[in-house]
């Protein structure tokens, strides 16, 4: 990544910097722990509009902007063709909202620019009064600074993003190695993720739980409905290990467990269309430890997609349709993230080389409990408050520095 960021000429990672108000020293070496979250702020401030982007990300931008006005025009076009299909007609509509803000910001930005040179000739013109050239010069000035706003966040607007990220999310929490113990872990992390859900204001919606013998999560799977959910939990996917001493241990001998943890984005019916001849559809008796888990009828379903082999089982709940439903959405996102994870394997190989791969095979994070400590080996932060962390408090510890890594792979994306 640092390779392609001094390919831009070095100033792409500064500008990145700024937008994000993070100091550069401290961006170039982040600490070894950070004891308190600290996500940086959005906001631009005064400072930061007064530093121009590199000239070489501006001539980009200019050339995409160029590209987007024209698609913008082509769009338009189409949408008010009489003849247009529904189909083309929808797509067309579809596509020209998605580029509205940016089409805003473009005009906006021309605008200003406009204004600028307007009034540079009032400033430089000798025939105009003195006070009539001191209010240009200030005018010029305060439109100078909105300019250097303006491309900011034309720029933040052009950079790649994952159409995916304002999308509600499916949870899915497995036990791995680690027996008994990897399922008393999964449930900790199942409840993590609750509890980091209602600190968001986000919907928390168990789909199925399937206990093991001592009460732990075997798996556990559940949505998480809110602005913006899927683009903060997506990096969460991966294994999560876990080094403490099980409650089943007798000698105090620390063991070490893992979990799998997947985040799937919600797909809609339109994303993801599903015929009757491509499912198999069996129900069964749901089972469970005992008691009242145990249905007397056959409530439990299991949908197999026939073409892709991806098969969902759900019997949390007592009726078999709402049990079906369930199963649907979930077999939706589990294909839509297939389909998802083939256009990433055709992108370039810089697209490719980027966090977010979804590879679930990577150990991504450890919980070390004797030491009270949380590291993520991705973005080589650790944090020292375990027990924070499990109650979905500090998070975005880790979660802040991935999306900061992301957004600097989208620079290096964008320069490419």
Same mark, same amino acid.
């Given at each position: 990544?640092?390779?392609?960021?001094?390919?831009?000429?070095?100033?792409?990672?500064?500008?990145?910097?700024?937008?994000?108000?993070?100091?550069?020293?401290?961006?170039?070496?982040?600490?070894?722990?950070?004891?308190?979250?600290?996500?940086?702020?959005?906001?631009?401030?005064?400072?930061?509009?007064?530093?121009? &982007?590199?000239?070489?990300?501006?001539?980009?931008?200019?050339?995409?902007?160029?590209?987007?006005?024209?698609?913008?025009?082509?769009?338009?076009?189409?949408?008010?063709?009489?003849?247009?299909?529904?189909?083309?007609?929808?797509?067309?509509?579809?596509?020209?909202?998605?580029?509205?803000? %940016?089409?805003?910001?473009?005009?906006?930005?021309?605008?200003?620019?406009?204004?600028?040179?307007?009034? /540079?000739?009032?400033?430089?013109?000798?025939?105009?009064?003195?006070?009539?050239?001191?209010?240009?010069?200030?005018?010029?000035?305060?439109?100078?600074?909105?300019?250097?706003?303006?491309?900011?966040?034309?720029?933040?607007?052009?950079?790649?993003?994952?159409?995916?990220?304002?999308?509600?999310?499916?949870?899915?929490?497995?036990?791995?190695?680690?027996?008994?113990?990897?399922?008393?872990?999964?449930?900790?992390?199942?409840?993590?993720?609750? /509890?980091?859900?209602? #600190?968001?204001?986000? /919907?928390?919606?168990?789909?199925?739980?399937?206990?093991?013998?001592?009460?732990?999560? /075997?798996?556990?799977?559940?949505?998480?409905?809110?602005?913006?959910?899927?683009? #903060?939990?997506?990096?969460?996917?991966?294994?999560?290990?876990?080094?403490?001493?099980?409650?089943?241990?007798?000698?105090?001998?620390?063991?070490? @467990?893992?979990?799998?943890?997947?985040?799937?984005?919600?797909?809609?019916?339109?994303?993801?269309?599903?015929?009757?001849?491509?499912?198999?559809?069996? %129900?069964?008796?749901?089972?469970?430890?005992?008691?009242?888990?145990?249905? %007397?009828?056959?409530?439990?379903?299991?949908?197999?997609?026939?073409?892709?082999?991806?098969?969902?089982?759900?019997?949390?709940?007592? @009726?078999?349709?709402?049990?079906?439903?369930?199963?649907?959405?979930?077999?939706?996102?589990?294909?839509?993230?297939?389909?998802?994870?083939? &256009?990433?394997?055709?992108?370039?190989?810089?697209?490719?080389?980027?966090?977010?791969?979804?590879?679930?095979?990577?150990?991504?994070?450890?919980?070390? $409990?004797?030491?009270?400590?949380?590291?993520?080996?991705?973005?080589?932060?650790?944090?020292?408050?375990?027990?924070?962390?499990?109650?979905?408090?500090?998070?975005?510890?880790?979660?802040?520095?991935?999306?900061?890594?992301?957004?600097?792979?989208?620079?290096?994306? $964008?320069?490419?």
């Amino acid at each position: 990544m640092q390779h392609h960021l001094r390919r831009c000429g070095g100033g792409a990672l500064a500008a990145l910097r700024r937008l994000r108000h993070i100091p550069s020293a401290a961006a170039a070496s982040p600490p070894a722990a950070w004891r308190c979250p600290c996500p940086p702020p959005r906001l631009y401030s005064t400072a930061e509009m007064s530093q121009q &982007l590199p000239a070489n990300l501006v001539a980009i931008m200019e050339q995409r902007m160029k590209l987007i006005e024209q698609r913008s025009a082509y769009l338009q076009e189409q949408i008010n063709q009489p003849a247009a299909l529904p189909e083309e007609y929808s797509r067309a509509n579809k596509e020209f909202r998605k580029l509205e803000n %940016t089409m805003e910001l473009i005009k906006g930005l021309r605008s200003k620019r406009e204004e600028i040179e307007g009034l /540079k000739s009032l400033v430089t013109n000798a025939r105009e009064e003195n006070d009539m050239r001191e209010m240009a010069a200030e005018e010029l000035l305060e439109a100078v600074e909105e300019e250097k706003r303006l491309q900011h966040e034309l720029f933040r607007a052009l950079l790649p993003k994952d159409e995916a990220d304002e999308r509600d999310c499916i949870l899915e929490v497995r036990a791995g190695t680690g027996g008994e113990e990897a399922s008393l872990f999964a449930m900790d992390i199942f409840r993590m993720y609750e /509890k980091y859900a209602q #600190k968001n204001g986000w /919907k928390f919606d168990v789909i199925d739980i399937m206990e093991s013998a001592v009460k732990g999560y /075997k798996e556990a799977s559940g949505t998480i409905s809110g602005p913006g959910a899927f683009g #903060k939990l997506k990096f969460e996917s991966g294994i999560h290990r876990v080094q403490r001493v099980p409650v089943t241990e007798k000698s105090g001998r620390v063991h070490t @467990s893992a979990v799998s943890v997947a985040v799937l984005p919600q797909a809609d019916e339109v994303d993801v269309q599903l015929r009757n001849e491509d499912l198999r559809i069996d %129900t069964y008796r749901s089972g469970g430890s005992g008691g009242q888990s145990v249905n %007397t009828t056959d409530s439990a379903v299991r949908i197999t997609h026939i073409p892709t082999g991806t098969v969902v089982a759900i019997q949390d709940e007592r @009726s078999q349709r709402m049990n079906k439903a369930k199963a649907l959405k979930v077999l939706r996102a589990r294909l839509y993230e297939i389909e998802r994870q083939r &256009l990433h394997m055709d992108r370039s190989k810089l697209r490719s080389e980027q966090i977010g791969s979804g590879d679930r095979s990577e150990r991504i994070r450890t919980y070390n $409990f004797p030491q009270g400590r949380v590291t993520d080996h991705r973005v080589g932060i650790t944090h020292h408050s375990i027990a924070d962390v499990m109650e979905g408090e500090n998070l975005d510890v880790f979660i802040d520095a991935l999306l900061l890594q992301e957004e600097m792979d989208a620079i290096a994306s $964008f320069a490419a």
